[in-house]
Protein backbone atom coordinates (compact mmCIF):
# COMPACT_ATOMS: atom_id res chain seq x y z
CA UNK A 1 0.00 0.00 0.00
CA UNK A 2 1.23 3.38 -0.96
CA UNK A 3 2.25 6.52 1.18
CA UNK A 4 2.73 10.18 0.96
CA UNK A 5 5.90 11.44 2.55
CA UNK A 6 5.34 15.16 2.79
CA UNK A 7 7.47 17.98 4.44
CA UNK A 8 5.55 20.77 5.02
CA UNK A 9 5.91 24.40 5.07
CA UNK A 10 6.37 25.48 1.47
CA UNK A 11 4.03 27.91 -0.58
CA UNK A 12 2.27 26.32 -3.93
CA UNK A 13 3.80 28.53 -6.36
CA UNK A 14 3.56 28.11 -10.38
CA UNK A 15 0.85 27.46 -12.75
CA UNK A 16 -0.50 23.98 -13.35
CA UNK A 17 -3.09 22.15 -15.73
CA UNK A 18 -6.30 20.81 -14.43
CA UNK A 19 -7.64 17.51 -15.41
CA UNK A 20 -11.21 15.90 -17.06
CA UNK A 21 -13.84 15.57 -14.32
CA UNK A 22 -13.66 12.07 -13.25
CA UNK A 23 -17.54 12.47 -12.12
CA UNK A 24 -18.67 13.78 -15.79
CA UNK A 25 -16.25 11.04 -17.18
CA UNK A 26 -17.88 8.06 -15.56
CA UNK A 27 -21.41 8.55 -16.58
CA UNK A 28 -20.50 9.05 -20.15
CA UNK A 29 -18.04 6.35 -20.11
CA UNK A 30 -21.14 4.29 -19.15
CA UNK A 31 -24.02 5.94 -21.09
CA UNK A 32 -22.08 4.51 -24.19
CA UNK A 33 -23.73 1.19 -23.50
CA UNK A 34 -26.79 3.02 -24.91
CA UNK A 35 -25.12 2.55 -28.32
CA UNK A 36 -22.86 -0.12 -30.53
CA UNK A 37 -21.77 3.03 -32.67
CA UNK A 38 -17.87 4.00 -31.81
CA UNK A 39 -17.77 6.99 -29.24
CA UNK A 40 -14.51 8.93 -28.70
CA UNK A 41 -14.36 10.39 -25.70
CA UNK A 42 -11.67 12.86 -24.96
CA UNK A 43 -9.71 14.52 -21.84
CA UNK A 44 -10.47 11.70 -19.50
CA UNK A 45 -8.09 11.38 -16.51
CA UNK A 46 -6.35 9.00 -15.79
CA UNK A 47 -7.84 7.41 -12.31
CA UNK A 48 -8.23 4.39 -10.16
CA UNK A 49 -11.86 5.01 -10.65
CA UNK A 50 -11.79 5.53 -14.77
CA UNK A 51 -9.66 1.79 -14.82
CA UNK A 52 -12.34 -0.04 -13.14
CA UNK A 53 -14.75 1.89 -15.68
CA UNK A 54 -13.08 0.22 -18.13
CA UNK A 55 -13.37 -3.43 -16.78
CA UNK A 56 -16.59 -2.75 -16.01
CA UNK A 57 -17.76 -1.83 -19.61
CA UNK A 58 -15.01 -4.89 -20.53
CA UNK A 59 -16.95 -7.08 -18.27
CA UNK A 60 -20.12 -6.02 -19.89
CA UNK A 61 -18.56 -6.44 -23.81
CA UNK A 62 -17.53 -3.11 -24.54
CA UNK A 63 -13.78 -3.18 -25.69
CA UNK A 64 -11.94 0.07 -24.80
CA UNK A 65 -9.09 1.63 -26.53
CA UNK A 66 -6.86 4.83 -24.90
CA UNK A 67 -4.52 6.97 -26.20
CA UNK A 68 -3.40 9.68 -23.26
CA UNK A 69 -6.69 10.90 -22.45
CA UNK A 70 -8.39 9.91 -25.28
CA UNK A 71 -10.69 6.67 -25.21
CA UNK A 72 -12.67 4.76 -27.27
CA UNK A 73 -15.64 2.63 -26.79
CA UNK A 74 -16.35 0.14 -29.59
CA UNK A 75 -18.88 -2.22 -29.59
CA UNK A 76 -17.69 -6.42 -29.76
CA UNK A 77 -21.33 -7.98 -30.16
CA UNK A 78 -23.82 -8.45 -27.81
CA UNK A 79 -23.43 -7.16 -24.33
CA UNK A 80 -24.21 -8.87 -20.92
CA UNK A 81 -27.34 -7.45 -18.60
CA UNK A 82 -25.58 -8.27 -15.57
CA UNK A 83 -22.97 -6.15 -13.96
CA UNK A 84 -20.48 -8.12 -11.38
CA UNK A 85 -20.22 -7.64 -8.00
CA UNK A 86 -16.33 -7.50 -7.79
CA UNK A 87 -16.56 -4.51 -9.84
CA UNK A 88 -19.59 -2.86 -7.74
CA UNK A 89 -17.99 -2.92 -4.28
CA UNK A 90 -15.09 -1.32 -5.77
CA UNK A 91 -17.06 1.87 -7.20
CA UNK A 92 -20.30 2.83 -6.70
CA UNK A 93 -20.80 4.52 -9.77
CA UNK A 94 -21.21 1.07 -11.39
CA UNK A 95 -25.00 1.12 -10.49
CA UNK A 96 -25.18 3.49 -13.57
CA UNK A 97 -25.12 1.07 -15.81
CA UNK A 98 -28.58 0.24 -14.85
CA UNK A 99 -30.95 2.77 -16.88
CA UNK A 100 -29.04 2.14 -20.34
CA UNK A 101 -29.25 -1.67 -19.83
CA UNK A 102 -32.90 -1.82 -18.72
CA UNK A 103 -33.97 1.28 -21.18
CA UNK A 104 -31.95 -1.33 -24.06
CA UNK A 105 -32.80 -4.28 -23.34
CA UNK A 106 -35.81 -4.78 -20.96
CA UNK A 107 -33.57 -5.80 -18.06
CA UNK A 108 -30.56 -5.86 -16.06
CA UNK A 109 -29.60 -7.19 -12.59
CA UNK A 110 -27.30 -4.95 -10.52
CA UNK A 111 -25.71 -6.13 -7.00
CA UNK A 112 -27.10 -3.42 -5.00
CA UNK A 113 -24.05 -1.07 -3.69
CA UNK A 114 -23.24 -1.11 0.03
CA UNK A 115 -22.85 1.34 1.95
CA UNK A 116 -19.24 3.35 1.96
CA UNK A 117 -17.13 5.60 4.44
CA UNK A 118 -18.98 8.56 3.90
CA UNK A 119 -22.72 7.16 4.28
CA UNK A 120 -25.15 4.49 3.69
CA UNK A 121 -25.68 6.08 0.18
CA UNK A 122 -28.83 4.08 -0.42
CA UNK A 123 -30.42 3.83 -4.40
CA UNK A 124 -34.18 3.95 -3.78
CA UNK A 125 -34.42 7.50 -5.52
CA UNK A 126 -33.30 5.46 -8.50
CA UNK A 127 -35.24 2.88 -8.11
CA UNK A 128 -38.51 5.22 -7.92
CA UNK A 129 -37.50 6.36 -11.19
CA UNK A 130 -37.31 3.26 -12.78
CA UNK A 131 -40.66 2.05 -11.35
CA UNK A 132 -42.25 5.31 -12.51
CA UNK A 133 -41.07 4.94 -16.35
CA UNK A 134 -42.60 1.19 -15.78
CA UNK A 135 -39.89 -1.12 -14.61
CA UNK A 136 -40.54 -3.93 -12.45
CA UNK A 137 -38.25 -5.10 -9.65
CA UNK A 138 -37.54 -7.91 -7.68
CA UNK A 139 -34.39 -8.27 -5.38
CA UNK A 140 -32.22 -11.56 -5.84
CA UNK A 141 -29.26 -12.00 -3.41
CA UNK A 142 -28.36 -9.02 -2.95
CA UNK A 143 -28.91 -7.72 -6.39
CA UNK A 144 -31.68 -5.67 -7.88
CA UNK A 145 -33.16 -7.48 -11.03
CA UNK A 146 -35.68 -4.61 -13.23
CA UNK A 147 -37.84 -5.43 -16.05
CA UNK A 148 -39.72 -3.53 -18.53
CA UNK A 149 -40.72 -4.72 -21.77
CA UNK A 150 -40.34 -1.11 -22.90
CA UNK A 151 -39.93 2.25 -20.67
CA UNK A 152 -42.53 4.28 -20.77
CA UNK A 153 -41.72 8.13 -20.77
CA UNK A 154 -43.14 10.06 -17.16
CA UNK A 155 -43.08 12.66 -15.30
CA UNK A 156 -40.65 12.06 -12.12
CA UNK A 157 -40.15 14.06 -9.38
CA UNK A 158 -37.17 13.46 -7.09
CA UNK A 159 -37.72 13.00 -3.41
CA UNK A 160 -34.08 15.21 -3.87
CA UNK A 161 -31.88 16.22 -6.12
CA UNK A 162 -29.48 13.37 -6.82
CA UNK A 163 -26.65 13.07 -9.01
CA UNK A 164 -26.60 9.58 -10.15
CA UNK A 165 -30.64 9.13 -9.89
CA UNK A 166 -30.75 12.17 -12.41
CA UNK A 167 -27.71 10.13 -14.58
CA UNK A 168 -29.47 6.97 -14.56
CA UNK A 169 -32.75 8.33 -15.43
CA UNK A 170 -31.88 10.68 -18.18
CA UNK A 171 -30.07 7.47 -19.88
CA UNK A 172 -32.98 5.62 -19.36
CA UNK A 173 -35.53 7.97 -20.70
CA UNK A 174 -33.32 8.16 -24.13
CA UNK A 175 -34.80 4.59 -24.95
CA UNK A 176 -37.92 5.07 -23.55
CA UNK A 177 -41.16 5.55 -25.36
CA UNK A 178 -42.52 9.19 -25.34
CA UNK A 179 -41.31 12.28 -23.51
CA UNK A 180 -39.52 12.53 -19.87
CA UNK A 181 -39.79 14.93 -17.71
CA UNK A 182 -37.22 14.59 -14.28
CA UNK A 183 -38.41 17.28 -11.95
CA UNK A 184 -35.99 18.55 -9.05
CA UNK A 185 -32.92 16.86 -10.78
CA UNK A 186 -29.68 17.28 -9.88
CA UNK A 187 -27.78 20.79 -11.43
CA UNK A 188 -24.19 19.81 -11.41
CA UNK A 189 -22.19 20.46 -14.54
CA UNK A 190 -21.69 16.95 -14.58
CA UNK A 191 -25.18 16.20 -15.70
CA UNK A 192 -25.06 19.37 -18.31
CA UNK A 193 -21.71 17.52 -19.82
CA UNK A 194 -23.85 13.97 -20.09
CA UNK A 195 -26.40 15.52 -21.85
CA UNK A 196 -23.92 17.31 -24.18
CA UNK A 197 -22.85 13.77 -24.67
CA UNK A 198 -26.31 11.79 -24.94
CA UNK A 199 -27.06 14.59 -27.39
CA UNK A 200 -23.85 14.00 -29.52
CA UNK A 201 -24.93 10.54 -29.70
CA UNK A 202 -28.69 11.52 -31.28
CA UNK A 203 -30.63 12.07 -27.83
CA UNK A 204 -32.75 15.27 -27.29
CA UNK A 205 -32.09 16.15 -23.35
CA UNK A 206 -33.58 19.80 -22.91
CA UNK A 207 -32.30 21.63 -19.52
CA UNK A 208 -29.84 19.21 -18.22
CA UNK A 209 -27.81 21.06 -15.78
CA UNK A 210 -31.25 22.93 -14.70
CA UNK A 211 -33.81 21.50 -12.15
CA UNK A 212 -36.00 20.38 -14.74
CA UNK A 213 -34.34 18.01 -17.71
CA UNK A 214 -36.89 17.04 -19.95
CA UNK A 215 -35.41 13.97 -22.69
CA UNK A 216 -37.48 12.96 -25.69
CA UNK A 217 -36.99 9.07 -26.17
CA UNK A 218 -36.30 7.03 -29.39
CA UNK A 219 -36.29 4.07 -30.82
CA UNK A 220 -32.11 3.69 -30.98
CA UNK A 221 -28.95 6.02 -30.90
CA UNK A 222 -26.32 5.97 -33.43
CA UNK A 223 -24.48 8.88 -33.14
CA UNK A 224 -23.22 11.30 -36.05
CA UNK A 225 -20.11 11.79 -38.13
CA UNK A 226 -19.22 15.27 -35.45
CA UNK A 227 -16.49 17.19 -34.45
CA UNK A 228 -16.15 19.23 -31.27
CA UNK A 229 -16.50 22.81 -32.15
CA UNK A 230 -13.86 25.03 -32.13
CA UNK A 231 -11.10 21.84 -32.35
CA UNK A 232 -9.70 20.00 -35.21
CA UNK A 233 -11.98 16.87 -35.49
CA UNK A 234 -9.68 13.30 -34.81
CA UNK A 235 -8.51 11.68 -36.88
CA UNK A 236 -10.53 8.48 -34.75
CA UNK A 237 -13.94 10.70 -35.74
CA UNK A 238 -12.55 11.23 -39.72
CA UNK A 239 -11.43 7.85 -39.71
CA UNK A 240 -13.11 4.98 -42.04
CA UNK A 241 -13.78 3.37 -38.76
CA UNK A 242 -15.97 6.45 -37.73
CA UNK A 243 -18.74 6.43 -40.41
CA UNK A 244 -20.99 6.93 -37.99
CA UNK A 245 -20.08 7.81 -33.44
CA UNK A 246 -19.58 10.29 -31.26
CA UNK A 247 -16.71 12.37 -29.87
CA UNK A 248 -16.92 14.46 -26.91
CA UNK A 249 -14.55 15.72 -24.75
CA UNK A 250 -15.24 16.09 -20.75
CA UNK A 251 -15.39 19.32 -19.07
CA UNK A 252 -12.27 20.19 -16.51
CA UNK A 253 -12.50 18.89 -12.85
CA UNK A 254 -13.85 21.02 -10.71
CA UNK A 255 -13.21 18.98 -7.47
CA UNK A 256 -9.58 18.94 -8.90
CA UNK A 257 -9.60 22.84 -9.31
CA UNK A 258 -10.98 23.64 -5.95
CA UNK A 259 -8.53 21.36 -4.06
CA UNK A 260 -5.63 22.62 -5.79
CA UNK A 261 -6.59 26.60 -5.43
CA UNK A 262 -7.26 25.49 -1.72
CA UNK A 263 -3.71 23.65 -1.02
CA UNK A 264 -2.45 27.14 -2.38
CA UNK A 265 -4.35 29.47 -0.08
CA UNK A 266 -3.40 27.29 3.12
CA UNK A 267 0.27 26.97 2.14
CA UNK A 268 0.29 30.81 1.53
CA UNK A 269 1.01 30.66 -2.15
CA UNK A 270 0.04 31.87 -5.40
CA UNK A 271 -1.01 29.49 -8.31
CA UNK A 272 -1.91 29.50 -11.70
CA UNK A 273 -4.70 26.63 -12.89
CA UNK A 274 -4.25 26.76 -16.40
CA UNK A 275 -7.79 24.97 -18.23
CA UNK A 276 -10.59 25.31 -15.35
CA UNK A 277 -13.62 26.17 -15.32
CA UNK A 278 -14.37 29.51 -12.73
CA UNK A 279 -18.02 29.40 -13.94
CA UNK A 280 -18.58 25.81 -12.03
CA UNK A 281 -17.11 27.28 -8.45
CA UNK A 282 -18.43 30.10 -7.55
CA UNK A 283 -19.47 28.93 -4.60
CA UNK A 284 -15.62 28.04 -3.66
CA UNK A 285 -13.94 31.19 -5.39
CA UNK A 286 -16.70 33.48 -3.13
CA UNK A 287 -15.63 31.71 0.16
CA UNK A 288 -11.64 31.72 -0.73
CA UNK A 289 -12.39 35.62 -1.24
CA UNK A 290 -14.28 35.95 1.52
CA UNK A 291 -11.06 34.14 3.31
CA UNK A 292 -8.21 37.04 2.30
CA UNK A 293 -7.39 35.25 -1.13
CA UNK A 294 -6.85 37.07 -4.14
CA UNK A 295 -8.92 35.35 -6.89
CA UNK A 296 -8.42 36.29 -11.11
CA UNK A 297 -10.36 34.43 -13.09
CA UNK A 298 -10.59 34.48 -16.86
CA UNK A 299 -11.59 32.01 -20.14
CA UNK A 300 -9.53 28.88 -19.25
CA UNK A 301 -7.66 30.12 -16.24
CA UNK A 302 -7.93 30.69 -12.69
CA UNK A 303 -5.44 32.74 -10.61
CA UNK A 304 -4.95 32.33 -6.99
CA UNK A 305 -2.86 34.15 -4.05
CA UNK A 306 -2.90 34.29 -0.52
CA UNK A 307 -0.19 35.94 1.19
CA UNK A 308 -1.37 36.16 5.16
CA UNK A 309 -3.07 33.50 7.38
CA UNK A 310 -6.81 32.56 6.10
CA UNK A 311 -9.55 34.31 7.55
CA UNK A 312 -12.31 32.23 8.99
CA UNK A 313 -15.14 31.53 7.14
CA UNK A 314 -18.09 28.69 7.95
CA UNK A 315 -19.61 26.87 4.81
CA UNK A 316 -22.48 24.68 4.53
CA UNK A 317 -22.53 22.03 1.92
CA UNK A 318 -25.12 21.48 -0.45
CA UNK A 319 -26.17 20.28 -3.93
CA UNK A 320 -25.17 22.46 -7.36
CA UNK A 321 -24.75 25.87 -7.38
CA UNK A 322 -24.46 25.39 -2.92
CA UNK A 323 -20.80 24.68 -1.79
CA UNK A 324 -19.77 21.45 -2.77
CA UNK A 325 -19.65 18.82 -0.07
CA UNK A 326 -16.40 17.55 -2.57
CA UNK A 327 -14.37 20.25 -1.11
CA UNK A 328 -15.77 20.18 2.22
CA UNK A 329 -12.59 18.66 3.65
CA UNK A 330 -10.02 20.39 2.15
CA UNK A 331 -12.13 23.46 3.24
CA UNK A 332 -11.67 22.12 6.70
CA UNK A 333 -8.30 21.73 6.29
CA UNK A 334 -7.91 25.42 5.58
CA UNK A 335 -9.81 26.89 8.38
CA UNK A 336 -7.63 24.29 11.08
CA UNK A 337 -5.06 27.74 9.81
CA UNK A 338 -7.58 30.43 9.95
CA UNK A 339 -7.74 33.43 12.09
CA UNK A 340 -10.95 32.91 14.22
CA UNK A 341 -13.58 30.26 14.42
CA UNK A 342 -16.20 29.08 11.93
CA UNK A 343 -18.64 25.83 11.25
CA UNK A 344 -18.97 23.33 8.94
CA UNK A 345 -22.25 22.10 8.03
CA UNK A 346 -22.31 18.95 5.92
CA UNK A 347 -26.02 18.52 4.92
CA UNK A 348 -25.17 16.33 1.46
CA UNK A 349 -23.88 12.88 3.33
CA UNK A 350 -24.61 11.28 7.09
CA UNK A 351 -20.65 10.55 7.72
CA UNK A 352 -18.46 12.83 5.78
CA UNK A 353 -15.50 13.93 8.64
CA UNK A 354 -13.64 10.86 9.20
CA UNK A 355 -10.82 13.31 7.96
CA UNK A 356 -11.81 15.65 11.22
CA UNK A 357 -10.20 13.19 13.80
CA UNK A 358 -6.60 12.91 11.36
CA UNK A 359 -6.37 16.89 11.00
CA UNK A 360 -6.70 16.71 15.38
CA UNK A 361 -3.82 14.31 15.43
CA UNK A 362 -2.19 17.33 13.35
CA UNK A 363 -2.60 19.44 16.04
CA UNK A 364 -5.85 21.17 14.66
CA UNK A 365 -9.33 22.51 17.13
CA UNK A 366 -12.13 20.47 15.68
CA UNK A 367 -15.32 19.86 17.45
CA UNK A 368 -17.62 17.50 15.98
CA UNK A 369 -21.33 18.33 16.82
CA UNK A 370 -24.14 15.69 14.47
CA UNK A 371 -23.47 17.61 10.93
CA UNK A 372 -21.63 20.34 11.95
CA UNK A 373 -18.03 20.56 12.95
CA UNK A 374 -16.32 23.90 14.58
CA UNK A 375 -13.04 24.97 13.54
CA UNK A 376 -10.81 26.89 15.29
CA UNK A 377 -7.86 28.14 13.67
CA UNK A 378 -4.62 27.72 15.15
CA UNK A 379 -1.67 29.46 13.67
CA UNK A 380 0.10 26.34 12.41
CA UNK A 381 -0.34 22.33 12.00
CA UNK A 382 2.06 19.92 12.84
CA UNK A 383 3.33 16.56 10.64
CA UNK A 384 2.04 13.35 11.92
CA UNK A 385 1.37 9.92 10.76
CA UNK A 386 -2.01 10.01 9.47
CA UNK A 387 -4.67 7.87 7.38
CA UNK A 388 -6.95 9.01 4.24
CA UNK A 389 -10.14 7.05 4.57
CA UNK A 390 -12.12 8.37 1.55
CA UNK A 391 -11.11 10.44 -2.00
CA UNK A 392 -11.72 13.67 -0.32
CA UNK A 393 -10.62 13.01 3.04
CA UNK A 394 -7.50 12.12 2.01
CA UNK A 395 -6.70 15.16 0.03
CA UNK A 396 -7.52 17.56 2.92
CA UNK A 397 -4.79 15.52 4.68
CA UNK A 398 -2.34 16.35 1.90
CA UNK A 399 -3.71 20.21 2.01
CA UNK A 400 -3.03 20.38 5.87
CA UNK A 401 0.43 18.55 5.65
CA UNK A 402 1.54 20.32 2.14
CA UNK A 403 0.76 23.53 5.21
CA UNK A 404 2.18 21.81 8.33
CA UNK A 405 5.16 22.11 9.89
CA UNK A 406 7.30 18.85 9.76
CA UNK A 407 6.85 15.70 8.12
CA UNK A 408 3.45 13.73 7.54
CA UNK A 409 3.55 10.15 6.39
CA UNK A 410 -0.50 9.75 4.82
CA UNK A 411 -0.87 6.27 4.47
CA UNK A 412 -3.42 4.34 2.26
CA UNK A 413 -3.07 7.11 -0.67
CA UNK A 414 -5.37 4.23 -2.57
CA UNK A 415 -8.28 6.58 -2.23
CA UNK A 416 -6.58 9.40 -3.14
CA UNK A 417 -5.22 7.91 -6.48
CA UNK A 418 -9.48 7.15 -7.35
CA UNK A 419 -9.79 11.03 -7.84
CA UNK A 420 -6.78 12.70 -8.12
CA UNK A 421 -4.07 11.58 -11.01
CA UNK A 422 -0.54 11.80 -9.93
CA UNK A 423 -1.23 14.24 -7.46
CA UNK A 424 2.21 14.25 -6.23
CA UNK A 425 4.02 14.55 -9.25
CA UNK A 426 2.15 17.69 -9.92
CA UNK A 427 2.24 19.28 -6.69
CA UNK A 428 5.68 19.22 -6.88
CA UNK A 429 5.75 20.49 -10.19
CA UNK A 430 4.07 23.64 -7.59
CA UNK A 431 6.93 23.46 -5.60
CA UNK A 432 5.84 20.93 -2.80
CA UNK A 433 8.17 18.44 -1.18
CA UNK A 434 5.50 15.60 -1.36
CA UNK A 435 6.92 11.43 -2.62
CA UNK A 436 5.39 8.43 -2.61
CA UNK A 437 6.59 5.15 -1.24
CA UNK A 438 5.56 1.63 -1.24
CA UNK A 439 5.21 -0.22 1.88
C1 LIG B 1 -22.07 11.98 -6.79
O1 LIG B 1 -22.38 10.83 -5.99
C2 LIG B 1 -20.56 12.02 -6.87
N1 LIG B 1 -20.08 10.79 -7.48
C3 LIG B 1 -19.98 12.20 -5.47
O2 LIG B 1 -18.57 12.34 -5.60
C4 LIG B 1 -20.54 13.49 -4.87
O3 LIG B 1 -20.07 13.63 -3.55
C5 LIG B 1 -22.06 13.43 -4.88
O4 LIG B 1 -22.55 13.18 -6.22
C6 LIG B 1 -22.72 14.73 -4.38
O5 LIG B 1 -22.27 15.81 -5.13
C7 LIG B 1 -20.08 10.68 -8.80
O6 LIG B 1 -20.48 11.56 -9.53
C8 LIG B 1 -19.52 9.41 -9.38
P1 LIG B 1 -26.09 11.68 -4.81
P2 LIG B 1 -23.88 10.27 -5.93
O7 LIG B 1 -26.91 10.60 -5.40
O8 LIG B 1 -24.47 10.36 -7.29
C9 LIG B 1 -28.65 10.43 -0.97
C10 LIG B 1 -16.32 11.96 -5.00
O9 LIG B 1 -15.61 12.12 -3.97
N2 LIG B 1 -29.34 9.49 -1.88
O10 LIG B 1 -26.31 13.08 -5.29
O11 LIG B 1 -23.82 8.94 -5.27
C11 LIG B 1 -27.20 9.98 -0.73
O12 LIG B 1 -27.12 8.99 0.26
C12 LIG B 1 -17.72 11.42 -4.88
O13 LIG B 1 -15.90 12.17 -6.15
C13 LIG B 1 -30.44 8.78 -1.42
O14 LIG B 1 -30.86 8.90 -0.27
O15 LIG B 1 -24.54 11.33 -4.98
C14 LIG B 1 -26.55 11.28 -0.36
O16 LIG B 1 -26.75 11.53 1.00
C15 LIG B 1 -18.09 10.90 -3.58
N3 LIG B 1 -31.05 7.89 -2.27
C16 LIG B 1 -27.31 12.32 -1.20
O17 LIG B 1 -28.52 11.69 -1.59
C17 LIG B 1 -30.63 7.72 -3.57
O18 LIG B 1 -31.24 6.92 -4.29
C18 LIG B 1 -26.59 12.78 -2.47
O19 LIG B 1 -26.24 11.63 -3.24
C19 LIG B 1 -29.53 8.46 -4.02
C20 LIG B 1 -28.89 9.35 -3.16
Redo the contacts with the bound molecule.
Keep these: MDSFIIEGGRPLKGAIRVGGS??AA??ILIATLLTDCPCEIDNVPNLRDIRTTFRLLESLGKRIEYDGDAVRVLATGRLETRAPYEIVKQM??SVLVAGPLLARFGTVRVPIPGGCA??????????QGFRALGATEHEETGDVVMRAARLKGRRVRL???????T?NLMMAACLASGLTVIANA?Q?P?IEDLGAFLNRLGASVEGAGTATVTVRGGARLEGAVNSIPGRAPSRAALGRALPRGAVHAVIPDR?ESGTLLIAAAATGGSVRLEGACAAHLEAVLESLEAAGSRVRAGYGFIDLSLASRPKAVGIRTL??PGF???LQAPWMSLMCLARGTCLIRET???NRFLHAAELVRMGAAVRLRGSTARVEGRPSLNGAPVMAS???GGAALVVAALAAKGRTILQRVYHIDR?YERLEVRLRRLGASIRRVRR
Design positions: KNLPRAIGMRPIDIHLRLPSVGAEAEEIPYPTDVFEDIRG
